[in-house]
């Protein structure tokens, strides 16, 4: 099973331990991404997709409390508190930021690389089949992949959660205020207008697929999807596959016929020199008589 892993911890001697320990057990299947700081995390957190993250609390910077907050309103990837503090309201204010789990150090690396394991396959298990489509679009929550008619696309983190929030809730509008909580989290402090902005870039991203989604004036925005669209777009589809065939075909008998005229044509060209050519030969017999 592959993973990436990011791991904030700001002491390089644990970084080091863990990132070989996890890469090594793994068989080298576990990709660790190392942060030396809570802003660094913070930065990859924003830009990267992770199957797992491992966070100290206690941290230079954006502690591990908000890189756990900053993850959650990304995705769904399972967080694991690595840390010293084992005060019961700390583990308390962890898991009611949404980690699934809360190791005190000292501790086992297996016990730790056992919690981590479980926690994947969990997640993986979770999102096993849980593929959306609408339309031709098609989302992968656990890969982070969208794909149009086939073609892959690639999503920053915030238009990826966009347009996931509009195909779970298909043919619905939603609500700038809506797809905020949605894609940002509750606590979001900014204007809701910062949605436009993004529908935009998703919109770009898209394509010539970007007119499913619609805006509602003055109430937000919706993934249309047609019932009937995907059926008519197969009919044409299928229909525009027989007329290239039929031309194909088309074009095939008439290069075999032209080639047929043309050696006809040959053989009549030829016929016409023998017969002028014997003619000749008769002039010329009769001339020397």
């Known amino acids: 099973m592959k993973a990436t892993i990011l791991l904030a911890e700001d002491e390089q001697a644990m970084r080091e331990v863990l990132t070989d320990y996890f890469t090594a057990k793994s068989g080298g299947d576990f990709t660790v991404v190392p942060a030396p700081d809570g802003d660094t995390a913070l930065h990859l957190i924003e830009t990267r997709r992770f199957d797992l993250l491992l966070l100290d609390i206690m941290l230079p910077g954006t502690d591990g409390f908000a890189l756990c907050r900053a993850a959650r309103e990304q995705g769904d990837a399972p967080i694991l508190f690595v840390t010293a503090r084992e005060d019961e309201q700390d583990k308390l204010h962890g898991y009611g930021l949404g980690a699934d789990d809360y190791v005190v150090k000292p501790f086992s690396l297996a016990v730790l690389y056992a919690k981590a394991l479980a926690l994947l396959r969990r997640a993986r298990g979770l999102n096993a089949g849980n593929t959306l489509t609408a339309g031709f679009l ?21 238009e990826f959660a966009l347009l996931r929030a509009l195909m779970e809730r298909k ?106 050519s014997d003619k000749l030969m008769g002039e010329d017999t009769d001339f020397f008589a």
């Open 171 to 276: 043919n619905r509008v939603l609500t700038r205020d809506e797809l905020l909580n949605l894609a940002w989290g509750w606590d979001f402090d900014g204007t809701d207008r910062v949605i436009d902005g993004h529908i935009k870039k998703l919109r770009r991203a898209l394509g010539q697929h970007a007119d499913c989604i619609k805006t509602v004036v003055k109430r937000g925005y919706k993934l249309e999807v047609d019932g009937d669209e995907t059926k008519r777009r197969t009919f044409w589809s299928f229909f525009t596959r027989i007329g290239a065939g039929f031309l194909a075909f088309w074009l095939a008998v008439m290069a075999v016929f032209t080639v047929l005229l043309s050696q006809q044509r040959a053989k009549l060209m030829l016929a016409e020199m023998e017969s002028k």
């Open 138 to 158: 098609s989302l992968d929550p656990e890969r982070g992949i969208v794909t149009a008619d086939g073609r892959r696309i690639d999503l920053p983190p915030k």
